[in-house]
């Protein structure tokens, strides 16, 4: 077990020496409080509900408060639970209390939450994280989320979420960290260090989850739970890759994937589990379904019934259960009727017991009292580096005629609903934080400029108010129009079939624009947005996604220039939703598209995107020169120069890609291969040096083979895909 010592491995073949089957199999079973009376839906269920709108939190809270919960006690009592998803202290150090003090071998609960993007400090969500290039920042955040889980006794993250997923109609896009497997590499490896690796003391760490696994990001059409049907080598070279660098940076678990890839439910799929993972990649830790997803192997159709479904996943390398009491209730006659040899459950029994040693459950079980009041008011330390996060994130799309940044003296018409809400700012997937913690666009607006009028005016559900529309155009020097998605809108089970601006953002846009006054349109969103209509006729435009808790803040210092905007696309914007799925580095074709009819294009559309991946704009304006490429026995050692041609002090994320021009596989016209963050003076510039090992410009073929052939490359670097200085070398490998 990664991270063990021999005393540690040792304890671990001791305790399950003793154990019984009932007790191994107990380990697999991971189960949630069941909510018993008046509302008896599963607890997964009714978190279901919450996050996508069908019930309101101050509901949910209602609900959880006057309903009566059976947490299992008994069952913990026998040792036949391994894991439950609570997040009181209180209730898990009496449920810690019964596992370690009442069960006969002792052995500590493991106690897990999704915690995509914060605990009580809600950072930005991971596809706006992403965007800001900055790993340091990556790690930084992880780490908060861990230290304020671990003190409401959360232990193990499901997260991070490392799905590539090119096609914005899928609402999970929002969970992960964009198109491109280079950029999603190292946000996994920076989140798996911030939750993982400071063991200064057992409440600065938790387990870090790996999920989808794998390819949930291609799922047809963006249709979630769908289909994935792929080549081995589009699998290889493209969504298994931000899983293996998670699993090189030591991630403790994995969460297996809901679709099935090339007609084989991840959830029981060997050659996902086993072959790859555990055989190929060396994986340690222990998997865990999805919510519910080994009963759903049945409604896949490839398994007759539960037990069939418990028996094809044991085999197949699945560790935990979440949630169905399968294994619990089918698997130890399974064992005994030989359809699942010992040696399965035991494999399995072994990587949670060590999990749980790794994380110092057996030695340190229970939340202290000091730590459960450590965050009864956040920290300045956590909510700054939220506000931080927040500000790396947003994406400057447009700004014509330099409109922004703003006089803090200007008569600012604030409009849309969206902006006077503290739940919308949070993002999908986000359980713990407080409202009193939140901070909304109009209170961040209202804090950071003087004359400010607030305009609901409509949203992206309801009608348009056109008297106040009318008065926001009567006040103001410029508006600032807050637009976008509600957080139910993107996230899980939120797919889209078109995914332009919902309700009549669209027309309210239009009235605004109609009053003569400058509009900057704020857009609040879990995916990117098919903005054809706006990038045509809206001057300014500034993506700000769902920020975090500290929202407010971060919208209003970009817009006043107190922060020079530095966040770039890790995902591209189509110009319409017929586009999708659109992406940077997409294979060439032999007639690419272009003017000629008889290529590769839409008679309707653009030929690309509207925004290409890494795209962003500054309050200054970078130069790129005298890009170098010389060969050295194992790399490519590049430089080149970056100016800040500009008047303000800023960011740039200068951007290395490269194309292998003719291979034995079609190859992507671009791949990403590294990033640099510069801080530049206006009038400074320097040189930015790349290493690109050799060993890293190759590809997976069909056969699984990694491959590195001679011949030409092309080397590209610029501030986004698009906009790139190139050099050729002849490369090789011998």
Not at 93 to 98: G, S
Not at 358 to 368: A, I, N, Q, R
Not at 628 to 653: C, H, M, Y
Request: proline fraction near 4%; glycine fraction near 8%.
């Amino acid at each position: 077990m990664q991270g063990l010592t021999a005393e540690q491995k040792a304890r671990v073949e001791k305790i399950l020496s003793q154990m019984t089957l009932e007790e191994k199999i107990g380990q697999m079973n991971q189960v949630s409080p069941s909510i018993v009376g008046g509302f008896d839906v599963p607890f997964e269920e009714l978190i279901e509900m919450m996050t996508d709108g069908r019930i309101s939190k101050e509901e949910f809270g209602r609900i959880m408060s006057t309903a009566t919960q059976d947490f299992h006690e008994e069952e913990i009592r026998r040792g036949e639970v391994g894991s439950l998803m609570v997040q009181d202290p209180v209730k898990v150090n009496e449920l810690q209390k019964i596992a370690v003090e009442e069960s006969r071998l002792g052995i500590p609960l493991i106690f897990g939450l999704d915690v995509i993007h914060g605990f009580r400090s809600v950072y930005p969500i991971a596809i706006a994280e992403a965007g800001s290039f900055d790993t340091e920042l990556m790690e930084k955040t992880a780490a908060m989320a861990a230290k304020e889980s671990r003190a409401s006794g959360v232990a193990w993250h499901f997260a991070p979420m490392v799905d590539v997923a090119r096609d914005a109609r899928w609402g999970r896009v929002s969970e992960g960290p964009g198109e491109d497997p280079y950029l999603g590499s190292r946000f996994a490896e920076a989140k798996i260090r911030g939750l993982q690796d400071d063991h200064s003391t057992t409440e600065n760490y938790v387990a870090a989850c790996l999920k989808h696994y794998a390819a949930y990001g291609a799922c047809e059409s963006g249709r979630d739970y769908n289909t994935v049907g792929m080549a081995m080598n589009v699998f290889y070279n493209n969504y298994l890759k931000t899983f293996e660098a998670g699993v090189k940076a030591g991630a403790q678990t994995v969460m297996a994937a809901f679709n099935d890839l090339n007609g084989v439910p991840c959830t029981v799929n060997k050659f996902l589990l086993r072959d790859i993972l555990k055989d190929s990649l060396g994986f340690p830790g222990f998997v865990v379904s999805d919510a519910n997803a080994i009963r759903e192997c049945v409604v896949h159709g490839i398994a007759e019934d539960d037990k069939d479904a418990g028996v094809k996943a044991a085999i197949a390398g699945m560790d935990m259960d979440m949630g169905t009491g399968i294994y619990h209730d089918h698997l130890v006659e399974a064992v005994k009727s030989g359809k699942v040899s010992l040696e399965v459950i035991d494999e399995a029994a072994r990587r949670i017991l060590s999990v749980k040693m790794w994380l110092g459950l057996f030695d340190h079980p229970y939340v202290s009292e000091e730590a459960m009041k450590r965050y009864e008011v956040l920290p300045e330390e956590h909510t700054s580096l939220a506000q931080e996060a927040a500000e790396k994130s947003i994406v400057l799309l447009k700004n014509e005629d330099n409109v922004l940044p703003l006089s803090k003296d200007a008569k600012i018409s604030l409009v849309g609903s969206l902006a006077d809400s503290r739940e919308e700012i949070i993002g999908a997937w986000a359980m713990s934080w407080q409202e009193k913690d939140c901070v909304s666009i109009r209170e961040g607006m209202e804090a950071e400029f003087k004359n400010v009028r607030y305009f609901a005016c409509g949203g992206p559900e309801g009608d348009l108010n056109m008297n106040e529309i009318i008065a926001a155009g009567d006040y103001a020097d410029v508006i600032v129009a807050v637009c976008g998605e509600t957080v139910a809108m993107s996230g899980e089970a939120s797919s889209r079939a078109s995914i332009t601006l919902p309700g009549r953002q669209k027309e309210l846009l239009e009235m605004l624009m109609q009053t003569g006054k400058p509009v900057v349109l704020v857009l609040m969103n879990g995916r990117p947005l098919a903005l054809e209509w706006e990038n045509s006729y809206v001057p300014t435009i500034v993506e700000a996604w769902h920020l975090g808790i500290r929202m407010g803040n971060a919208v209003a210092r970009v817009l006043s220039g107190e922060v020079n905007p530095e966040g770039r696309l890790s995902s591209s914007f189509p110009a319409v939703t017929g586009q999708c799925p659109v992406y940077y580095n997409h294979p060439n074709t032999g007639r690419p598209g272009s003017k000629s009819k008889f290529t590769s294009r839409y008679l309707d559309a653009p030929l690309d995107s509207l925004y290409p991946f890494g795209y962003g704009l500054s309050y200054t304006h970078y130069s790129y020169d005298n890009l170098q490429v010389k060969e050295a026995a194992g790399a490519l050692e590049i430089s080149v120069d970056v100016k800040n041609d500009g008047e303000a002090a800023g960011r740039e994320t200068v951007q290395l890609y490269m194309q292998d021009v003719a291979a034995s596989l079609v190859r992507p016209v671009k791949e990403l291969k590294g990033f640099e963050k510069v801080a530049l003076n206006p009038g400074e510039k320097k040189t930015v040096h790349f290493t690109l090992a050799k060993q890293d410009m190759g590809f997976y073929d069909n056969d699984r083979n990694y491959l590195l052939e001679d011949g030409l490359f092309r080397i590209y670097a610029g501030g986004n895909s698009r906009e790139v200085l190139m050099q050729e070398v002849q490369v090789s490998f011998a």
